[in-house]
């Protein structure tokens, strides 16, 4: 591109920034941000951005915990594997947070199997798939002696173990690359698509197989380290007709008044602390009941520590089963408190743990005033994602797999159960979904992506930063914000608020996703991270609106009661042939297709 | 009584020194508004940025800081000079460690890892400087303390030290500038200022005026 | 706010790495990471965790954007 044209194309952006932007760039520059970031004012060259283009048999998206398994299964499976990850691997996503991990030792359990698995759906409330369950608690040992053996215990961070069995494999990662779309040819998966945010690239990911380990997300709240997850992998499968799950589950998890967004400060020093392993324990902690209790009696700070002495002061509310009520109020010291882990008795902090509902003192940095949605706009780990077809972690689209928090199994409910199992369960999955899209890989010829599709992708990834004015992906995020997270919408639940906040996500989804600006690359993962907030803050509302029952960690104050007789069943929804967000119910117990039993 | 006058006169001389490399670069340390460290981690700072002023120190407590050595006997400058070289070599070269320290403390990245990252980074201007000025330290130290069993003629063994002296300066001061943790525009402007104007003594004696007098006091 | 400072940098890059939210970058001139979007930042002390010589200060405040119309 010539220069002169270049510059004209800035001053006439920087004329319509600064004549309309004034009040965004003001407000950006009393936080002492530099007055530039509020205009759309490319510091890039857009035309002259590169394209790389790659070919392997199974491409798996994220480095965590499943994608580690993923690739590492995969490639063990004979396909030629390639890891791509919008973070670095072992230290993006939740993974890095997680420090409790399941084992499910048979020789030490006092449970079989069977009655591990039983004892689960009673505290899921039959919401759980067992196959998964059972998957998870099968497999998780070898999966745990794996990571032993690449010394995964040894380290509070996890980069080096993790690039241990990858590097021995020479398997190819590609880090701090933002895969934004998914691509679908003959009704088959075909690749992936997206950019580089430290080199002027578009990436063109051509595959047999995809597996997505993208993990869950939330809607970057304060005080969970979630700012990385915008359920990227869940909006862009559902984008080519994938079916999602699990929409309207809540993780309850609350943060401190004191610097709410300082999650390191909130969890004390378990950040800082080794992995261990954690044995049987299935509870059925909600988190959400604190949000409910707030709710009714007005604030925690009145009532003094939520959960601290009696439960019953509030009554109603997310119902608990008899069975996994909580014996005594105190903290837990648990049984594992003696092999090193952090007292709250919970492994993994951001990973299926719960936080401690006692004052007793208060685990390290967790004492304090609480105050909800630090993880807000997440559901129960393994409850949200793709919907699977059957136990490989096959969605419906042929060719994508997803494994972990990406991939709706449902292994432990719409609830936490088991303590540590959402990071074996991740670990375990990461591992079936390589080894079946290995095998699936070898069933299907080259793959490869037109160039005209490549067109069109480049043009929807970069146009973010073609634009000549429009918002600020960190406006419509704080303003997604402020509709989505309020105790009142997400948490305690009601028909007309819903809709309204439906009404006002609609208009984010028509009015201001398609004008998401960026300036730089860092920009453009932002505006890509915010749309995929929007359509799954819709999902979110019209799952919870259609579910007109409690269950679990959905709670609805005007339909308080479980409903067995019509609520026994998952939520799906996938994009209708008009693009508008269809739901479905599918029983529980049952796979999606034929309704074979599943068992 | 004429003695202790004496004394006191000598002690007197000192003083711009202790004013210019101990109580300097102290209040440059607090009046700077570096971030909130441990007070073990400030402390091993402290040492360091007191350690390092001190060996550019010597400089001036040398043969070529003339007009003390009129005022004082060189065999005590000497003394002082071979004590801060021997005491405060050895804690410079014991700081790439202590940066280490914090790595002792947690589970994160081990100290052997931290270790091999920071020695293996070449690419790194103000590293390879620091490997440099460190291994120039080494020698310096390892040939004064051996100066008689190397053979040398005495003037040879100072031309050797003063050289490789100004070697190790110029790679430590920029190594500091570059990468030190409490490198502000102050320690800059005083490495820079106290550094070029030891290098200039030296320049003074070995090349613009070589001293034609020997100094009888040795 | 959130991450504060990084003192005595060697350029190793792996704070940019392990960041997950991309909140520092490599300053191309002096080869030292630099703080670039701290607004992003969500204190989670990964950066501080991965870096072998203890370069960086993170405090727990963080101050939320002003309420604005549009922006």
Redesign the interface.
């Known amino acids: 591109m010539s220069s002169s044209k270049e510059n004209g194309k800035i001053s006439r952006r920087s004329f319509i920034a600064l004549a309309g932007g004034a009040a965004g760039a003001m407000a950006l520059a009393s936080m002492g941000m530099p007055m530039g970031w509020a205009e759309n004012n490319p510091e890039i060259d857009v035309d002259a951005l590169g394209l790389d283009k790659f070919n392997t048999d199974v491409l798996v998206i994220g480095s965590g915990m499943a994608g580690l398994f993923a690739a590492v299964k995969a490639h063990d499976a004979g396909a030629k594997v390639m890891m791509v990850s919008k973070g670095r691997l072992g230290s993006s996503g939740q993974t890095p947070f997680a420090k409790g991990i399941f084992a499910f030792d048979p020789e030490k359990e006092e449970l079989s199997i069977d009655e591990f698995v039983a004892k689960i759906s009673r505290s899921a409330m039959g919401s759980n798939n067992e196959a998964y369950t059972r998957q998870m608690a099968e497999h998780s040992l070898d999966r745990v002696n794996e990571l032993k053996s690449w010394g995964f215990f040894d ?3 996890y980069n ?1 173990s993790f690039s241990k069995p990858i590097n021995e494999r020479n398997i190819p990662v590609h880090e701090r690359i933002v895969v934004t779309h998914l691509i679908k040819e003959d009704e088959k998966i075909v690749g992936a698509a997206g950019f580089s945010v430290d080199e002027q690239k578009v990436l063109i990911y051509e595959a047999k197989s995809v597996i997505l380990c993208t993990g869950a997300g939330g809607f970057k709240p304060n005080g969970f380290p979630i700012g990385d997850l915008t359920h990227d992998g869940t909006i862009m499968a559902y984008d080519i007709g994938a079916k999602v799950t699990g929409k309207e589950w809540n993780d309850g998890h609350p943060g401190r008044a004191e610097n709410p967004a300082a999650c390191y400060d909130g969890w004390g020093d378990m950040f ?3 992995p261990s392993t954690v044995s049987v324990e299935v509870h059925h902690d909600l988190g959400v009941d604190l949000n409910y209790m707030v709710y009714a009696s007005g604030n925690s700070v009145t009532m003094g520590r939520p959960g601290e002495g009696d439960m019953n002061a509030v009554s109603g509310g997310p119902f608990t089963p008899e069975e996994f009520k909580r014996q005594e109020t105190g903290r837990r010291p648990g049984p594992q408190s003696d092999e090193g882990r952090p007292p709250r008795g919970e492994g993994k902090p951001p990973g299926g743990g719960k936080p401690p509902k006692d004052g007793g003192g208060g685990p390290p940095g967790m004492s304090g005033t609480p105050v909800g949605g630090s993880s807000a706009g997440m559901a129960i780990h393994k409850s949200e994602g793709l919907v699977p077809i059957n136990e490989r972690c096959e969605s419906n689209i042929p060719g994508l797999y997803a494994a972990g928090d990406a991939l709706g199994s449902y292994m432990s409910g719409g609830i936490y159960t088991q303590i540590g199992s959402s990071l074996a369960g991740s670990a375990v999955q990461g591992g079936v979904a390589g080894e079946a899209a290995a095998k699936y890989s070898k069933t299907v010829g080259s793959v490869s992506i037109s160039d005209a599709k490549i067109k069109d992708v480049e043009e929807e990834i970069l146009a973010p930063l073609k634009r000549e004015a429009g918002y600020s992906p960190a406006w419509v995020t704080q303003t997604l914000q402020g509709i989505m997270i309020p105790n009142f919408i997400l948490y305690v639940k009601k028909e007309n608020l819903m809709k309204g906040a439906l009404a006002y996500i609609e208009e984010l989804r028509d009015q201001h996703m398609g004008h998401l600006r960026a300036a730089n690359l860092h920009d453009l993962r932002l505006a890509h991270e915010t749309r995929n907030m929007i359509v799954s803050a819709e999902m979110k509302l019209r799952a919870s609106l259609m579910r007109k029952e409690s269950r679990c960690s959905h709670y609805r104050l005007d339909y308080p009661e479980m409903d067995d007789e019509n609520w026994r069943a998952w939520i799906n929804i996938y994009k209708g042939e008009d693009g508008t967000m269809q739901l479905e119910k599918q029983p529980f117990g049952q796979w999606p297709n034929q309704g074979a039993e599943i068992v | 009584m004429g003695l202790v006058m004496k004394k006191e006169r000598k002690i007197y001389q000192y003083l711009p020194l202790v004013l210019a490399f101990i109580v300097l670069p102290l209040l440059l340390w607090f009046l700077s508004d ?4 441990s007070l073990q ?1 400030n402390a091993l700072s402290l040492l360091t940025i007191l350690a390092f002023s001190l060996l550019l120190a010597q400089f001036f407590l040398s043969r070529t800081n003339r007009d003390m050595v009129k005022k004082v006997k060189m065999s005590n400058v000497l003394k002082i000079h071979k004590f801060i070289g021997y005491v405060f070599i050895g804690i410079i070269m014991l700081h790439p460690f202590f ?2 320290v ?2 002792f403390l ?5 100290p052997k ?3 091999i ?2 020695i293996t ?1 070449f ?5 390879v400087l620091g490997l440099v000025a460190y291994s120039a330290m080494l020698v310096i130290m390892i040939t004064s303390f051996f100066r008689f069993k190397l053979h040398m003629k005495y003037r040879t063994w100072r031309t050797f030290h003063a050289y490789l002296t100004t070697i190790f300066i110029v790679a430590a001061i920029w190594h500091a500038i ?5 490198s502000n525009g102050a320690f800059t402007l005083f490495y820079v200022i106290t550094g070029a104007s030891g290098i200039f003594f030296l320049i003074r004696m070995y090349v613009l005026k070589p001293s034609k007098k020997p100094i009888k006091n040795v | 706010m959130a991450i ?2 990084i ?6 890059e ?1 704070c940019i790495k392990s960041c997950p939210t991309d909140v520092i970058r490599l300053d191309q001139k ?2 030292k990471a630099i703080i670039t979007f701290p607004e992003d930042c969500q204190i989670c002390h990964l950066c501080r ?7 960086i ?1 993170i405090t727990p405040e963080k101050s939320i954007p002003v309420i604005v119309s549009w922006g």
């Open positions: 380290s509070a961070i080096k800082e602390n080794k | 570096f971030p909130e460290r981690m940066i280490l914090p790595k947690d589970d994160a990245v081990s890892d931290a270790f990252r920071v980074s690419d790194n201007i103000g590293l570059t990468l030190g943790r409490h | 504060e400072s003192n005595g940098c060697i350029g190793c792996e002096t080869k965790l991965y870096c072998p010589v203890d370069a200060t």
